[in-house]
């Protein structure tokens, strides 16, 4: 699985799908934008190194030419968490600047599946007819919007839960609780 982490805010997220990946044996290739990077130390503790260790392979975000950037590179697809609205609208009009934004088109070209988790707010209508075309490519756009059901305790279980069902959609079952369980 491609784990792409933007600069917008919600490396919690990332971070969290990298956790439960690992807990699952999936293998996991990770790509960090220069913008993620800085959030990076504005919303976590983890050095950059302790960052990297989440990932089996790191690619740098500048390495076009990295295995994750051809479509004979093997993998469930991809997720964008979190999800800038620069590199959602790179994505959404298949202009790639850097590794991220090409190994997301290129899943998108090998109809792999492609989950965004787009953070902003509110939303533009830029945004929105980012959102659309991106759809119509066949990416998912997914907010992380939590489930209250759940009765989380803290922010911990907020995005534990939120990143278990982001990987519903590729089949894998963490053991999340469900509506009406």
Not at 149 to 155: A, F, V
């Amino acid at each position: 699985m491609v784990i792409g982490m933007s600069g917008a805010t919600g490396l919690a997220y990332g971070i969290e799908l990298l956790r439960q990946l690992r807990a699952l044996q999936v293998e996991t290739h990770l790509v960090i934008t220069r913008p993620a990077r800085m959030t990076r130390a504005y919303e976590t503790d983890y050095s950059a190194a302790q960052l990297r260790e989440f990932a089996d392979v790191v690619h740098a975000a500048s390495d076009v030419g990295a295995p994750i950037a051809s479509g004979s590179f093997r993998t469930m697809g991809m997720i964008v968490a979190p999800c800038s609205m620069h590199s959602l609208a790179e994505i959404a009009m298949g202009a790639s600047s850097n590794l991220l934004t090409r190994a997301a088109e290129v899943v998108l070209k090998e109809r792999k599946r492609l989950v965004l988790v787009t953070r902003e707010a509110p939303l533009t209508l830029a945004n929105l007819r980012n959102m659309v075309s991106a759809t119509e490519t066949g990416a998912i756009i997914y907010p992380p919007v939590p489930a209250f059901y759940t009765r989380p305790r803290d922010l911990a279980d907020i995005v534990a839960h939120t990143a278990a069902r982001i990987l519903d959609l590729y089949g894998l079952d963490v053991g999340v609780p469900r509506w009406g369980e």
